[in-house]
Nanobody, 120 residues
Framework: VQLQASGGGLVQPGGSLRLSCTSS????????MAWFRQTAGKEREFVAA???????PLYADSSKGRFTISRDNSKTTVLQMDSLKPEDTAIYYC???????????????WGQGTLVTVSS
């Protein structure tokens, strides 16, 4: 399994970004696609997750109401981020694992990360 994250960039506070995670290889339909983020000196933080089939989305409290995770097609998982705040600045990673979990250790496959910077 290989995951490729893209879509990061510089955006002003209150703006939006759409991150994509493109998958290749054999992914089980029962598995979970997730987004995490990480800043320097901090642990990787759960952002959102969704089943490969596109249902049962799960969000961190900091993401609820602003971020939306979805499955765009058979290979792409999307994180739509609206009302962005400076504290959302981080490297965002997509991941695949066997079950819903807030812990990065429970995900087996990771993309390379895409940088999101929220600043005026």
């Amino acid at each position: 399994v290989q995951l490729q994250a893209s879509g990061g960039g510089l955006v002003q506070p209150g703006g939006s970004l759409r991150l994509s995670c493109t998958s290749s290889g054999r992914i089980f339909s029962s598995s979970i696609m997730a987004w995490f983020r990480q800043t320097a000196g901090k642990e990787r933080e759960f952002v959102a997750a969704i089943r490969w089939t596109g249902n049962t989305p799960l969000y961190a409290d900091s993401s609820k109401g602003r971020f939306t995770i979805s499955r765009d097609n058979s290979k792409t998982t999307v994180l739509q981020m609206d009302s962005l705040k400076p504290e959302d600045t981080a490297i965002y990673y997509c991941a695949n694992g066997p079950r819903h979990s807030y812990q990065p250790v429970n995900y087996n496959y990771w993309g390379q990360g895409t940088l999101v910077t929220v600043s005026s």
